[in-house]
């Protein structure tokens, strides 16, 4: 009877062991566990497939990669006033040379003073910037009858050939081929042209002639 009294005693001694060694297996647990994580993600790593290679970039050809089509822009002044207005049958942009070509073009233009400048032309190339144009066929810049910074007055003057180009500033017109340069009723022929807006000041060579109205 007494023995089996005793029975109980090594059960209380394998809970005692058993408790520590779990208090000495939980102070390396957070770093099992750590350890176990970097695995995972290591694994996950190695099981991801590989972005694809991007290839080269598209060549840029001269494709027109927009096109518009009986259209009219118009540009304003920061108080609201009209600058400029642009109206064709069709436009299209060639990316590789950053142009824009208008088919049955004309642009109405005001400057500083409001005075009306227009051109038209058959085809009309412009740089993206909207600064260079090139007219091409019954090309014709006219700036209308104005005033100067001080006051002066300035007469209608008329730029007409095949081939006109433009550079807006400072205003530059320019021509290789045969030109027709008007200003108030007095007119000019010439195989080239050279003019300068900001001086007034137009070179002309080649077989010039001139044609002077009366003066008063």
């Known amino acids: ?7 109980p005693a090594p059960r209380h001694g394998l809970r005692r062991r ?3 060694w779990w ?4 102070i390396y647990l957070p770093v099992l566990l750590m350890l176990l994580m970097a695995l995972a993600s290591y ?3 190695r099981a991801t497939p590989e972005p694809e290679t991007q290839g080269p970039a598209p060549e840029v050809t001269h494709e027109p990669d927009y096109f518009m089509r009986r259209f009219s822009v118009k540009v304003f002044e920061p108080g609201g006033a009209l600058k400029t ?15 824009m070509v208008v088919d049955a073009a004309r ?4 400057g500083p ?3 009306l400048s227009t051109a038209t032309a058959r085809q009309i190339t412009s740089n993206d910037a909207g600064t260079e144009f090139l007219l091409e066929g019954d090309a014709a810049v006219v700036r209308q009858a104005s005033r100067g910074p001080r006051g002066e007055p300035l007469p209608r003057i008329e730029f007409h050939g095949e081939q006109l180009r433009v550079v807006t500033d400072p205003e530059h017109i320019s021509s290789e081929k045969p030109v027709v340069l008007v200003r108030g009723l007095d007119q000019i022929t010439a195989d080239t042209l050279d003019y300068h807006g900001d001086a007034r000041v137009a070179e002309l060579t080649g077989r010039v ?3 002077f109205a009366p003066r008063p």
């Open 113 to 115: 003073q409001r005075q």
């Open 107 to 110: 642009i109405r233009s005001f």
């Open 209 to 211: 002639k001139a044609a």
């Open 18 to 20: 058993f408790a520590r």
């Open 23 to 26: 208090d000495r297996l939980s």
């Open 85 to 99: 207005e642009l109206y064709g049958s069709e436009a299209r942009h060639h990316p590789d040379t950053g142009t």
């Open 1 to 7: 009877m007494t023995a089996a009294m005793d029975t």
């Open 43 to 45: 694994w996950l790593l």
